[in-house]
């Protein structure tokens, strides 16, 4: 046996240690401890296109998960360190084989600013443990309609459907690309459709003409959606509040606009913000479902 076979003998039985104890510690804090696929979290996510990149060198630490197939994914755990210890012999081959030479490229959706490996698990594995900053890939650029929700339980992905399908609906990832309309619970989006339809409904009357849902989603996130956050920045919410997205906190504060509205109070985002800040100020067994103004 050589030398170098020793040596990737021993990175590996290195390796799969510290994965092991990295696995005790997961299962302990109940987080995942192994390496999962994201191919679902991509469709919930709406495939939009693709095209090829190229070859390129990729930071090894812009790598984020996988988009294999459960046989691969299973082998090693979230930061690609091998958790199987059948997998000993030919992890030490791949290690040999990059030590002594240039590896074929491994093959990689780009999705966003992070990449998800295709085929090419035990090389990344290899390379991280060589603590290489870069290896050679061969890139396939991924458009989805909303983001890649980066944990893969059930309620993610979920949310992740939700706001595809109101993207397809809205089309705002086409006809304002810059918005990212990211809510953290289940539910929301259909709050905002019914906020996009009664501006549809208010731009109809106003202007005599048929408005469509793309056209009035277009007009709701520049007259309505933008000037709320605008405000909600102002009044430095999203740093009081945690755990909210920006787009959580404009539910809200339209929920509170309509309700002081409702009761003759002073209404607007500033106004319909103080309500919000205060009741979250609140502990949370003094807080209600309902707002409820004095007369």
């Known amino acids: ?97 990059m030590v002594a030479s240039d590896v074929p490229p491994i093959d990689v959706y780009k999705v966003d600013d992070n990449y998800y490996v295709i085929d090419g698990h035990r090389r990344v594995s290899v390379a991280r443990t060589l603590e290489r900053p870069t290896i050679r890939a061969r890139v396939i650029n991924v458009r989805t309609r909303a983001p890649v929700p980066s944990e893969t339980d059930a309620a993610t992905k979920l949310q992740a459907a939700e706001y595809a399908a109101f993207l397809e609906l809205t089309q705002l990832h086409r006809t304002r690309p810059e918005s990212r309309l990211e809510c953290s619970r289940l539910g929301r989006y259909d709050e905002i459709m019914s906020n996009i339809i009664g501006h549809r409904y208010f731009i109809q009357l106003e202007q005599h003409r048929d408005v469509s849902l793309q056209e009035a989603a277009a007009s709701w996130y520049d007259n309505v959606y933008r000037p709320i956050a605008k405000a909600i920045r102002k009044h430095g919410v999203l740093e009081r509040l945690s755990g909210w997205t920006e787009t959580d906190i404009y539910v809200e504060v339209t929920k509170r606009w309509l309700a002081l509205s409702q009761r003759g109070a002073p209404s607007g985002p500033d106004p319909a913000i103080d309500a919000l800040l205060a009741e979250n100020a609140r502990p949370w067994w003094q807080r209600r479902r309902k707002i409820r103004l004095p007369p």
């Open 1 to 97: 046996m050589g030398l170098e076979r020793i040596w990737a003998l021993e990175d590996f039985d290195a390796a799969h240690a510290r994965a092991f104890w990295r696995s005790i510690r997961s299962i302990l804090g109940r987080r995942a401890w192994r390496l999962h696929s994201i191919a679902p979290s991509l469709k919930a996510a709406g495939w939009e296109s693709q095209s090829y990149g190229g070859v390129q060198d990729i930071p090894l630490d812009k790598i984020a998960g996988s988009v294999g197939p459960e046989s691969k994914t299973t082998e090693f755990d979230p930061n690609f360190f091998p958790i199987d210890a059948r997998l000993r012999d030919r992890w030490a081959s791949v290690y040999e084989a």
